[in-house]
Nanobody, 125 residues
Framework: QVQLVESGGGLVQAGGSLRLSCAAS????????MGWFRRAPGKEREFVAS????????YSSGSVKGRVAISGDTSKNTVYLQMNSLAPEDTAVYYC??????????????????WGQGTQVTVSS
């Protein structure tokens, strides 16, 4: 069984920054891809970023582009999402996800096998 636990969410003013963390446990993730997704109120879940076991990163081409950075610490089995220049439209529940090796596109949420419970990010104007 795999567990993913997100942390680091909270309330921040527009223009501020947050770093989300996702701690993984249950097995090693040496060949897994880790992803971050978010779901804003009334909207579909959307891809934010991913980090493959090869070190390859992929980012959404949407509104977060250029403002987020994904990184990982294999010694801690933890993945991070640094978010800068936050705006009210970034308000959402942010989810960490993990998937086994796959040929599916990294932004395909259905290709991910494990999900965290999510952490709320609220950006005030």
């Amino acid at each position: 069984q795999v567990q993913l636990v997100e942390s680091g969410g909270g309330l921040v003013q527009a223009g501020g920054s947050l770093r989300l963390s996702c701690a993984a446990s249950g097995r090693t993730f040496s060949t897994y891809t880790m992803g971050w997704f978010r779901r804003a109120p009334g909207k579909e879940r959307e891809f934010v970023a991913s980090l493959a076991w090869t070190g390859v990163t992929t980012y959404s081409s949407g509104s977060v582009k250029g403002r987020v950075a994904i990184s990982g610490d294999t010694s801690k089995n933890t993945v991070y999402l640094q978010m800068n220049s936050l705006a009210p439209e970034d308000t959402a529940v942010y989810y960490c996800a993990a998937r086994r090796p796959s040929y599916d596109d990294y932004d395909l949420s259905s290709s991910y096998d494990y999900w965290g419970q999510g952490t709320q990010v609220t950006v005030s104007s």
